[in-house]
């Protein structure tokens, strides 16, 4: 509760969560590590946002949104509307959606800013960790 107090405390509209999505890669790297994904651990990761985190953003007034979560994905991460937005000019951003991303993303297209591996918070799962994945080149 005490990032959800700090996210209303300097007034963040959305809190965007994600489930971690388990693949080979993740899978044994959490293993040297001595970590490993549980049975069920979707759906148990699930029912908390459902029972803990949801109520809680929507007293504070707080929009979720949930990462490629198949009954809680809404919006996107990526919304066009919000991109609209934040552009200088206002152009209206595309609201197409993103067809390169996994099943239940509602992600609109956009242009990614970042790369492959360039993370610097050391996530085990994360694709852009790159302590586990080094860039060839």
């Known amino acids: ?7 209303s405390l300097n007034k963040i509209p959305r809190l965007i969560v994600s489930v971690a999505q388990k693949y ?5 790297r959490m293993k040297k590590m001595g970590l490993i994904f549980l049975e ?3 759906v148990k990761a699930e029912e908390f946002i459902t029972a803990f985190i949801a109520p809680k953003t929507s007293e504070r007034g707080i929009v979720l949104s ?3 979560t198949p009954y809680l994905t809404r ?3 990526i919304d066009s509307h919000i991109l609209s937005r934040l552009r200088p000019d206002r152009a209206r951003a595309s609201s197409a959606k993103d067809r390169s991303q996994r099943e239940y993303c509602n992600c609109t297209k956009s242009h990614d800013i970042g790369k492959w591996f360039s993370c610097g918070h050391g996530c085990v799962y994360c694709y852009g960790n790159p302590a586990l994945s080094p860039p060839k080149g």
């Open 1 to 7: 509760e005490p990032v959800l107090e700090m996210i």
């Open 66 to 68: 949930c990462c490629v």
């Open 24 to 28: 080979g890669k993740s899978e044994k």
């Open 40 to 42: 069920n651990y979707q």
């Open 75 to 77: 919006p996107g991460c």
